[in-house]
Nanobody
Framework: QVQLVESGGGLVQPGGSLRLSCVAS????????LGWYRQAPGKARELVAY???????SYGGSVKGRFIISRDDAKNTVDLQMNTLKPEDTAVYYC??????????????WGQGTQVTVSS
C-alpha cells in the first residue's frame, strides 16, 4: 500500500500562483509514476500532469505551459507549481501514484484531495 498526503491548496486570485505538494509513504518502491488529477464540481476527473521515475512529464491540454510538475525521490514528494491561474482551474486536486505502461500512466493510489479555488 501507498499513502499520499497533499498540502498547499487554498484561495488565490486569477493570475496568481499556488504550489501543491504531496508526500508518499508506504510501499513506494513499487511506484513508477506520480501525478495530479483534478475534479471540478459537476465535471469528470481529469489528468493535470504526471511524471515518471525517469523524469518524463505529460500535461493536460488546459494546463500546459502554466503548470510544472516535479518530484524529489529523496523526499518521496511530488509538487505541482501552478502559475497564471484561472477561475476554471478551481477544483479538488488529487495526488496519485502508480505504474507507467506502454506510454500510459495508470494511477493505483490516491490522496484525499486538496481544494484549489481561483476567484477574485
Amino acid at each position: 500500500q501507498v499513502q499520499l498526503v497533499e498540502s498547499g491548496g487554498g484561495l488565490v486570485q486569477p493570475g496568481g500562483s499556488l504550489r501543491l505538494s504531496c508526500v508518499a509513504s508506504g510501499s513506494i518502491s513499487s511506484i513508477v509514476a506520480l501525478g495530479w488529477y483534478r475534479q471540478a464540481p459537476g465535471k469528470a476527473r481529469e489528468l493535470v500532469a504526471y511524471i515518471t521515475k525517469g523524469g518524463a512529464t505529460s500535461y493536460g491540454g488546459s494546463v500546459k505551459g502554466r503548470f510544472i510538475i516535479s518530484r524529489d525521490d529523496a523526499k518521496n514528494t511530488v509538487d505541482l507549481q501552478m502559475n497564471t491561474l484561472k477561475p476554471e482551474d478551481t477544483a479538488v486536486y488529487y495526488c496519485n501514484a502508480g505504474g507507467y505502461y506502454s506510454g500510459a500512466y495508470s494511477p493505483a493510489y490516491w490522496g484525499q484531495g486538496t481544494q484549489v479555488t481561483v476567484s477574485s
